[in-house]
Each structure stands twice: as C-alpha cells, then as structure tokens.
C-alpha cells in the first residue's frame, strides 16, 4: 500500500521558517513535489525534485524561489521542503505528490502528472 505522508505543519509568525516532510512507503519513486491550496484558490505547484541513480534536480515556483528548498533523503525516503523567510501568502494546506515517472519539466507543476498524494499539512503564517 502506497502512502505519502506529511509532517511539519503548524502556526508561525512573518520571516520565520519551517521544515516539512514527507515520508514514502509502498513502492519507488521518481518525482516528488510539493503543492499548496490557500482557501477559495487552486492547488499550485511549489517545487518539485527529479532524480535518477546518478542525479537529481530540483524545481521551484517562482513565489517562492530563493525561499524554499527541497531535499530528498533517499535511505529514509522523505523528501523536505524548508521553508525560510515566510509570508502571510504561503498559508495554506500543503500536500505531498508523487509518481514513479521521472517527470517531464513541463509536466512537474501539473497536479494532475502525479499519481499518488499525501492528506495534507496546514501552514499558517501570521503577519
């Protein structure tokens, strides 16, 4: 059984950081993303990390290049997203995606590419 499960949400004033995780189990993978729902807005992408047996690459929203970054565990298989300098606008529900398909660059930023997701964890930024 395949699960994606996150961690790391929580409640935290502008300019601070936080660390989120995703643990996968069930089966390998290629891709695996982030994305984020505000209330009211679609899912959008935030970033994304590729990788092969000898490489692999990330990808980032411009809203939060130079912000974020996203790192890929490989013997605990988690994928991290580290959040520094955070705004009122990145609250939101923020979900893990992933597929076992190295994903194109033109398809990592569609929710729709990714085969398997996470239920969530809640962001919330105060000003």
């Known amino acids: 059984q395949v699960q994606l499960v996150e961690s790391g949400g929580g409640l935290v004033q502008a300019g601070d950081s936080l660390r989120l995780s995703c643990a996968a189990s069930?089966?390998?993978?290629?891709?695996m993303a982030w994305f984020r729902q505000a209330p009211g807005k679609e899912r959008e992408f935030v970033a994304a990390?590729?990788?092969?047996?000898?490489?692999?690459?990330?990808s980032y929203a411009d809203s939060v290049k130079g912000r974020f970054t996203i790192s890929r565990d490989s013997a605990k298989n988690t994928v991290d997203l580290q959040m520094n300098s955070l705004k009122p606008d990145d609250t939101a529900a923020y979900y893990c995606?992933?597929?076992?398909?190295?994903?194109?660059?033109?398809?990592?930023?569609?929710?729709?590419?990714?085969?398997?997701w996470g239920q969530g964890t809640q962001v919330t930024v105060s000003s």
């Open positions: 990390i590729r990788w092969t047996s000898i490489s692999s690459h990330t």
């Open positions: 069930g089966r390998t993978f290629a891709t």
């Open positions: 995606a992933a597929d076992p398909s190295f994903l194109s660059t033109i398809h990592i930023a569609r929710a729709g590419a990714y085969s398997y």
